[in-house]
């Protein structure tokens, strides 16, 4: 049995369109999402509620959680791709390297893939510094649940500008958002 998606389709996936848009917009910034009925395991409700809203017929997608392909087929009818063809690859067990996914082009940086990547907690005002385009000086943000290598893969996906991955970091019902501008600098 397939469960519902949001309960107001069209105001729900409005409320999340926006914490998406202003979490990229602003970096490190945690917003909660509108809170989905059922989700099928072990999607957390911020990456259902992120998929319901940004994943549609067009956008190819890779997941690591083969009990949600029939949910996402159902209410998104995306396609369901090679995690280097994806536009959004979902990754519920574990941070896939971040140079292994599209990349974009110098030409086409847009062509890039989104990870959507579930982490254990995010937690705004400690851990993290980050700066950048969207940040007036600095922000905090502490992630649990991140693979040791991430901060030295972050740099070099930013190094890559134009081209590299932009991250949606899920926890719960909350996401953060890590574009591919923003400098990571460890907590000190």
Do not use: K, Y
């Not at 690859?89 to 990349?103: E, K, R, S, W």
């Not at 007036?136 to 991140?146: K, N, Q, S, T």
């Amino acid at each position: 049995m397939i469960g519902p998606g949001f309960a107001d389709p069209v105001a729900d996936s409005q409320r999340c369109f926006r914490a998406v848009l202003e979490a990229m917009s602003r970096p490190g910034r945690i917003h909660r999402v509108p809170a989905l009925a059922e989700v099928p395991a072990p999607l957390h409700g911020a990456t259902a509620a992120v998929l319901l809203t940004l994943a549609d017929g067009d956008t190819p997608v890779w997941l690591d959680c083969p009990a949600a392909q029939d949910w996402l087929r159902f209410h998104c009818g995306c396609p369901l791709v090679a995690q280097t063809a994806a536009a959004f690859v979902v990754a519920t067990a574990g941070m896939p390297a971040l140079a292994a996914l599209a990349q974009g082009s110098e030409e086409e940086p847009h062509l890039a893939a989104t990870l959507l990547l579930q982490v254990e907690s995010l937690q705004a005002g400690q851990g993290w510094r980050l700066t950048g385009p969207g940040i007036e000086h600095a922000h905090r943000l502490a992630v649990a649940g991140l693979p040791g290598d991430f901060l030295a893969q972050w740099a070099a996906n930013r190094a890559r500008f134009p081209r590299g991955v932009d991250i949606v970091l899920c926890a719960g019902d909350s996401l953060a958002c890590l574009p591919r501008t923003v400098r990571i600098e460890e907590a000190g």
